[in-house]
């Protein structure tokens, strides 16, 4: 049971970048999936959250600029990220929860963004 994060660099402000997250071991449409980000120094902040029922939910500081989406296919995660910002530095990461509850499967290592000009 894995998660693989990539896609994060650097980008200027106004940028955009794809993060993927490819899952191994078991099939993410069948968990609660979500980004989650820290900042140096801050707690973690979820980002984005895609449920089972093809819910999904940004957090108000993305919102209009992220976007979560999942390729069953290909079993990956991702995240559309527009307008980048440099309050959105930080070290992502994707995380699989059973449905329901707030039982961490797995999570993976993150891939880094950071946004200066």
């Known amino acids: 049971v894995r998660l693989v994060e990539s896609g994060g660099g650097i980008v200027q402000p106004g940028g955009s970048l794809r993060l993927s997250c490819a899952a191994s071991?078991?099939?993410?449409?069948?968990?609660?999936m979500a980004w989650v980000r820290q900042a140096p120094g801050k707690g973690p902040e979820w980002v984005a959250r895609l449920f089972t029922a093809n819910v999904m939910t940004h957090a108000d500081s993305v919102k209009g600029r992220f976007t979560i989406s999942r390729d069953n296919a290909k079993n990956t995660l991702y995240l559309q990220m527009n307008d980048l910002k440099p309050e959105d530095t930080a070290l992502y990461y994707c995380?699989?929860?059973?449905?329901?509850?707030?039982?961490?499967?797995?999570r993976g290592q993150g891939t880094q963004v950071t946004v200066s000009p």
């Open positions: 995380r699989a929860r059973r449905p329901y509850t707030t039982e961490e499967l797995t």
């Open positions: 071991g078991f099939l993410l449409s069948n968990y609660d």
